[in-house]
């Protein structure tokens, strides 16, 4: 993906699929997981191997520590999960009427709960496997044979995340190394924009390096922060000529720090104007990656949000609403094979319509594909398979390709996820391998019916656009922008990051305001980190704050300020000035 531009479908697909050293590890711990796991289920024909097969991949994650504490937090929601659905069978198993609403009541906490920070993943997995197993009941009324099969589903969630924690321990990558390897990339690119030429974007995300630094502590944070620095004043220099300063600046990023001697000298042949405060304030952000000391400035207190309980109820409403959609309508046809449709209800729930659309896509196209090789599997090879061996190697083959895309960033990593899934289930059944396509088909119909059924919900109860939803993010960037401008202080690193990380995640949908916004922020940090030449800038900040209320709606006039605050330098007035110009254009 080049710089400021929308790649094309051959750079997308080369961004999102090539394959480093680091990945290939990931892939083939992955691959391995999976493959031990079936092998061992199948050898001592362990029901529900499929599931098994699945957890391990969606519990290995990027770096190690991750890994473990997602094994871990799976099987104690896990073993929660099935210890409440036995008490609940005692109560609901003879009764649909009561099991109904409770598995709603469930569903609907679980949803909501999942937004909560830290322990959401944890609530919602908990949720998610109560319900799910709830369901079992109409295709095994006996208590018995229920209870038995949930017991070997713990036994199997929790085999695989002990194998997944120990594979991990052994070949994972630590949170240092991990965190290492993203600012690595991240200096070979601010030093390609340095020098004007073409770069890929990053591949680790910026949220993925703030939770690793949150591990490091406060060092790796500040480092964070800089190399987020460099990369906002590299983005303003785009398509400008390079001189020698800017050179020796990119050669300092690409040496990890060893020419760090001459700085200054180098930096004399910048002209005095505003090429010289970026300039100052590049060389302070490399000073701070090199040698991170205290943070200069305090992180900004957090804006109360009111609105964010009341969205958190109709999210999990609207999902709540098409899960039971789905339990009534195949409950109604008898046909209990078609249940995945609870499961993507779950798992494809997001924030706004066109966020939840993506997804579904996602997949969608995932299934269809993992269902076609499942299919062509069961045809054509299946009949000359002697042993287990042969299924093993085709197990292990497809899996090392569904990981493949599983591996990719979250734009088309899910698809991954779903072909794993479908080629599981269409697969492995029961104990073991089967020939019979009719649960393929089943699982394909019910992940159909769950898409229809939240598209219908998410589309016509409350309907949160994708514009709306971008809008309010960059709303948020906007007064946190204005906040600091107000109070004209150096931004701390944990400012600096939540922006990075808001403009990188919805960098494609509003790509007009995203880079005039992008610029703003820029020249913003860049003047407001060169003390003592910083000072509160009250004009600029009324002016960004009247867009920030703009994009939220409460505003129909940001034009009515329109001064250029002469406490802040002149790129930043007109950083403004176009960032009003796109915000009205783009409404």
Request: aromatic share 8%.
């Amino acid at each position: 993906m080049t710089a400021e531009a929308l790649p094309s479908w051959t750079g997308f697909l080369y961004a999102e699929l090539k394959v480093d050293r680091a990945r290939w590890v990931r892939m083939a711990s992955m691959t391995v997981c999976a493959t031990l796991l079936t092998t061992v289920f199948l050898v001592f024909r362990v029901p529900l191997p499929a599931y098994g097969a699945y957890v391990a991949v969606m519990a290995s994650q990027r770096d190690a520590a991750t890994s473990i504490t997602m094994s871990i937090g799976a099987i104690v929601a896990a073993m929660v999960a099935i210890a409440f659905s036995i008490l609940l069978y005692l109560v609901d198993i003879d009764e649909p009427a009561l099991r109904l609403p409770a598995m709603a009541v469930v569903m609907f906490g679980a949803m909501y709960l999942s937004r909560t920070p830290r322990v959401g993943p944890l609530l919602f997995l908990t949720g998610f496997v109560l319900v799910v197993t709830q369901t079992l009941v109409d295709q095994i009324p006996d208590v018995e044979t229920l209870t038995h099969l949930l017991l070997w589903l713990a036994l199997v969630i929790f085999f695989a995340c002990i194998t997944v924690a120990l594979v991990e321990l052994i070949a994972g990558r630590t949170p240092s190394a991990l965190f290492a390897d993203g600012l690595k990339e991240r200096r070979e690119y601010v030093a390609a924009r340095f020098s004007a030429k073409a770069a890929y974007a990053p591949a680790i995300s910026v949220r993925e390096l703030f939770t690793q630094s949150a591990r490091l502590g406060p060092a790796a944070l500040r480092r964070l922060a800089a190399i987020l620095q460099l990369e906002q004043i590299a983005s303003l220099r785009s398509g400008r000529q390079t001189d020698l300063s800017w050179q020796f600046l990119a050669s300092r990023l690409t040496s990890a720090g060893a020419a760090t001697g001459g700085a200054a000298d180098a930096g004399n042949t910048v002209t005095e104007n505003n090429d010289a405060l970026l300039y100052r304030a590049a060389l302070e952000a490399a000073d701070q990656l090199e040698n991170p000391g205290a943070d200069v400035g305090a992180p900004l207190p957090p804006l109360p949000n009111q609105s964010s309980h009341v969205q958190s109820l109709r999210f999990a409403f609207k999902a709540t609403a098409a899960a039971m959609l789905c339990y009534i309508i195949y409950s109604a046809l008898d046909w209990g094979g078609i249940r995945t449709s609870i499961i993507t209800c779950f798992f494809v729930a997001l924030s706004s319509t066109g966020e939840t659309v993506h997804k579904l896509s996602l997949r969608l196209t995932g299934a269809l594909i993992g269902g076609v090789l499942a299919g062509l599997s069961i045809v054509f090879l299946f009949p000359v398979m002697d042993d287990i061996g042969g299924f093993v190697v085709l197990f292990a083959s497809v899996t090392l390709l569904c990981v493949w895309v599983a591996t990719a960033s979250p734009l088309i990593a899910y698809a991954g996820l779903q072909m794993t899934f479908a080629f599981y289930l269409g697969v492995l059944q029961d104990t073991g391998p089967t020939d019979d396509l009719t649960v393929l088909r089943d699982r394909l119909v019910g992940i159909v019916l769950g898409n229809v059924a939240m598209s219908l919900a998410f589309s016509t109860l409350w309907p949160v656009s994708t514009l709306a939803s971008v809008n309010a993010v960059l709303a948020r960037v906007a007064h946190r922008q204005a906040r600091l401008l107000q109070v004209g202080r150096p931004v701390a690193a944990a400012d600096i990051v939540a922006t990075a990380a808001d403009l990188e995640d919805r960098r494609t949908p509003s790509l007009s305001l995203i880079m005039p916004l992008s610029r703003m922020v820029a020249w913003s940090n860049g003047w407001l980190q060169c003390q003592p030449l910083a000072a509160p800038a009250p004009g600029a900040a009324g002016r960004v704050e009247a867009i920030a209320q703009y994009l939220e709606g409460r505003t129909d006039n940001i034009l009515q300020s329109r001064v250029a605050d002469t406490d802040a330098p002149m790129p930043l007035n007109l950083a403004i000035d176009v960032l009003e110009q796109e915000t009205m254009h783009a409404h």
